[in-house]
């Protein structure tokens, strides 16, 4: 007996994407080259991040970067098998079917009905682009649901850039498809501890993505204006 049912809302065109300047970009259906949430998002972080990586120091900041990688993928795919059905126990490490058995009661409680899993996204308007975790019907309500790992417990105040992926998400979903999912749910794996779900409306975070997009555009052009000028001379 299948514990999750599933229906599409929608059919999605596959995206390519590879590695562009350190950013992930996603090619559209039209040609157009949109950068992922996650690099817009990251593009705010570079300061913090250099700031933790000279505090730990280079090989340790490498080590725990590839492990919350690898722990991420893992878990996330363990995710997906598991609401696809499948069986979820192959080819992983005992460490991370652990922490996911953490969200199994999570999964269990709350989904019943899978619409879609690892869509890529995108927006016109926006010109942005990105792959989503999982929209479901939580507990009664759509919802665009993500997966995350951590190493500790997070304060709400410290997760604001999940928010906003996760509002970038529904904003794509709606634009490619008409239907309008403002419920965001982040689910959060924790090592040796009890996981954290945390339901938010994209209606608070919405205008703050969009002023970091518009924000993060402005970097990118000015960055273009400055290796055309390196290139050729000055603009007169």
């Not at 410290?158 to 906003?164: G, M, N, Q, R």
Request: with cysteine; aromatic share 12%.
């Amino acid at each position: 007996m299948e514990l999750f049912k599933h229906k599409k809302l929608a059919e999605f065109e596959k995206l390519k994407s590879k590695n562009e300047d350190g950013r992930r970009v996603y090619l559209t259906p039209s040609g157009e080259k949109y950068p992922s949430i996650t690099s817009v998002l990251g593009y705010f972080k570079k300061a913090s991040i250099q700031e933790w990586r000279d505090r730990v120091g280079a090989e340790e900041a490498n080590k725990i970067s590839t492990q919350s990688s690898r722990r991420g993928t893992a878990v996330h795919q363990i995710c997906e098998d598991y609401l696809n059905n499948k069986d979820y126990t192959l080819k992983h490490m005992p460490s991370n079917l652990a922490m996911f058995r953490t969200l199994k009661p999570i999964l269990d409680e709350n989904i019943k009905t899978v619409y879609h899993q690892e869509v890529p996204l995108y927006s016109d308007k926006l010109q942005i682009a990105g792959r989503v975790d999982c929209v479901c019907n939580w507990n009664g309500e759509d919802a665009i649901v993500d997966f995350k790992t951590s190493r500790k417990i997070k304060k709400r105040a410290w997760i604001t850039d999940y928010f906003l992926q996760g509002t970038a998400y529904s904003l794509m979903f709606e634009s490619l498809t008409g239907i309008h999912i403002p419920k965001i749910v982040i689910v959060m794996a924790i090592d040796n501890e009890k996981p954290a779900v945390y339901e938010e409306s994209i209606y608070q975070w919405t205008a703050q993505l969009l002023d970091k997009i518009e924000r993060y555009k402005a970097y990118v052009n000015e960055k273009r204006v400055y290796q055309y000028i390196e290139e050729n001379g000055a603009l007169i």
